[in-house]
């Protein structure tokens, strides 16, 4: 396995060709301390998460880790299905510490920092909480927007506000305003989609005042302010009357900052260039996706998309293509893709004409011979006491709802967990991918003697089957939940000194961008 030290590497960074930097740790162990444009890629689920990541099996990729050896497995997992350019980083993220070089702590922090910039590069105007609070108590003309998925925005918001998420903001938001002299307040749970959110209406031209919420909804409770909870107000559906002027409007931003247009044709093209790694991303809503969408294209929510690059994207200077069905979206999504990354960017013109594919996306299957179990014969094992469950789930999902008696686990991990299971009982896996939960039976057989099979649906088919589920916030501790990089609102103990912590990460993350000096941000 090529080697290489953390030198070559940051030359590798500046020389513009391709490159993946992975790192093969948990999210909540790759939070404590990585490289700038590392992307996790967790051992446990590297067979799947590689070829999303990674759509080009000649991509130069290079493996690191805490210092543990992790990257070496992960390089031969990723040459094991096919990538040809795989290398490790010697000595992992304390070498690249240890060489002089920056070191980041948390998620998503490209995009974290690029709204950092975006902030302080175009003065994006904000409003503290108690302000806030004082307009809306004196009967201001203010339209409140929340800028995260529903899933956030239901769990809590600011009294009053409307779901807007990220790229639809630019869209919609026209539509929603009566009077140019209504103030739009823009918020998220801290300051990313927030600041993103408000800067986005404002380059695409609304003539409203506009501001985001300094430190959204952890600022509103640090403040001594109450969120609202279960609330479900949202943009109305459908295609706003005024597609065609938000589009321009859109084009307009996309365009100064070098987003070019591209057919189904210009798209083929590209995919068929195997030297280059090519992005296929469609950024509108879940519903609409699911409805037709570019066959091969992922999901990949605008707002999203630019909040948690990392997650669809691990190749720097590759090539990305957006779709929309009126471009709007896309193309505010791809102006700010432009300016974080520098990525060459395309938006389709004719995404939604010709053959599309229906539903939420390729569906995962057990592999053929999988030995399996269904609900039903499974609670009554569990009735019996003849059988055990190990849930792979993530482990704020396990905290919400699981199999009662089900043990959490990691797959990378599973050597630890096997001398809980009892061994006279059978073992059923859950998982939210089926296949995960098919490798990780294949290797509980090595470490358990008694029969092991896969719970057909998991966890998801337990519930719908109606069989009960336990929930317990504090399994897995706050400490154990290595998988999730916990945020302050995941946490069981400590949230406000958490939530204090956090927005003060969030606003150095500027200043150690300048000092790592391998973020393009506005130099494209």
Same mark, same amino acid.
């Given at each position: ?27 909540? +162990? ?13 051992? /446990? ?13 000649? *991509? ?7 210092? +543990? ?29 240890? /060489?002089?070089?920056?070191?980041? /702590? ?6 974290? %920092? ?11 105007? *904000? ?7 004082? #307009? ?7 339209? !409140? ?5 529903? &899933?956030?925005?239901?769990? #809590? ?13 630019? $869209? ?21 989609? *927030?600041?993103?959110?408000?800067? *986005? ?26 969120? &609202? ?27 100064? @900052? ?22 296929? !991303? ?6 609409? $996706? ?18 948690a690059t990392d997650q669809w994207v691990a190749v720097r200077h590759a090539r990305i293509v957006l779709a929309d069905d009126t471009q709007t979206r896309a193309? #505010? ?23 599309? +594919? ?21 609670? %009554? ?5 003849? %059988? ?6 993530? /482990? ?18 599973? @050597? ?25 039976? &294949?290797e509980l057989r090595a470490l358990h003697p008694a029969p092991v099979a896969v719970l057909e649906g998991g966890t998801a088919a337990w519930a719908e089957a109606?069989?009960?589920? %336990? ?13 999730? @990089?916990?945020?302050? $609102?995941?946490?069981? @103990? ?7 912590? $956090?927005?003060?990460?969030?606003? +150095? ?16």
């Amino acid at each position: 396995m090529p080697r290489i030290p953390p030198a070559t590497l940051k030359s590798w960074l500046r020389d513009g060709a391709e490159l993946a930097i992975l790192d093969a740790r948990e999210e909540g +162990e790759f939070g404590a301390a990585h490289l700038f444009w590392a992307v996790p890629c967790p051992l /446990s689920r590297a067979e799947l998460a590689a070829p999303a990541l990674l759509p080009s099996r000649a *991509s130069r990729i290079v493996c690191t880790d805490g210092g +543990e050896g992790l990257a070496e497995r992960l390089a031969g997992v990723l040459q094991a299905i096919g990538y040809t350019n795989t290398h490790t980083l010697a000595g992992g993220t304390p070498a690249w510490a240890a /060489s002089g070089f920056e070191v980041f /702590s948390g998620v998503n922090v490209p995009s974290k %920092a690029f709204g950092e910039w975006v902030e302080h590069h175009y003065a994006t105007p *904000s409003v503290d909480p108690a302000e806030l609070a004082a #307009m809306l108590a004196a009967g201001q003309d203010l339209l !409140l927007v929340d800028s995260r998925p529903m &899933e956030e925005f239901w769990r #809590m918001t600011i009294p009053g506000a409307t779901n807007v998420p990220g790229a639809e903001l630019a $869209y919609r938001v026209p539509s929603l305003l009566a009077r140019p002299d209504t103030t739009v307040v823009v918020n998220c749970a801290g300051r990313t989609r *927030s600041i993103l959110g408000a800067e *986005s209406l404002r380059r695409a031209g609304l003539p409203n005042p506009v501001v985001a919420l300094r430190n959204g909804t952890m600022g509103w409770e640090l403040a001594g302010l109450d969120c &609202e909870r279960g609330r479900t107000a949202r943009h109305p559906p459908g295609t706003p009357a005024d597609a065609a002027a938000t589009r321009a409007r859109a084009w307009a931003f996309a365009e100064a @900052h070098g987003v070019r247009r591209l057919t189904r044709a210009g798209l083929a093209a590209l995919q068929a260039d195997a030297a280059r790694t090519t992005y296929l !991303l469609d950024v509108r809503d879940a519903a609409e $996706y699911a409805a037709g969408h570019l066959p091969g294209a992922r999901h990949a929510p605008g707002g999203q998309l630019v909040q948690a690059t990392d997650q669809w994207v691990a190749v720097r200077h590759a090539r990305i293509v957006l779709a929309d069905d009126t471009q709007t979206r896309a193309a #505010m999504t791809g102006g700010w893709l432009r300016q974080l990354g520098g990525w060459e960017v395309f938006v389709l013109d004719d995404a939604m004409e010709g053959r599309l +594919e229906a539903g939420p996306g390729p569906a995962a299957a057990l592999p053929p011979g999988t030995r399996r179990i269904a609900p039903a014969d499974l609670a %009554a094992r569990l009735a019996e006491g003849a %059988a055990a469950v190990v849930d792979l789930a993530r /482990s704020i999902a396990f905290r919400e709802g699981h199999i009662p008696g089900a043990l959490w686990g990691i797959r990378s991990r599973l @050597h630890a967990l096997a001398p809980r299971l009892p061994p006279d009982r059978m073992v059923a896996v859950a998982a939210p991918d089926p296949r995960l939960a098919a490798l990780a039976a &294949e290797e509980l057989r090595a470490l358990h003697p008694a029969p092991v099979a896969v719970l057909e649906g998991g966890t998801a088919a337990w519930a719908e089957a109606g069989f009960p589920l %336990a929930a317990d916030r504090a399994n897995p501790p706050d400490e154990a939940c290595l998988d999730w @990089h916990l945020r302050p $609102y995941d946490r069981n @103990h400590g949230v406000e000194e958490a939530m204090r912590a $956090y927005i003060a990460w969030e606003v +150095e993350l500027v200043h150690a961008v300048e000092r790592d000096g391998d973020a393009p941000f506005g130099r494209w």
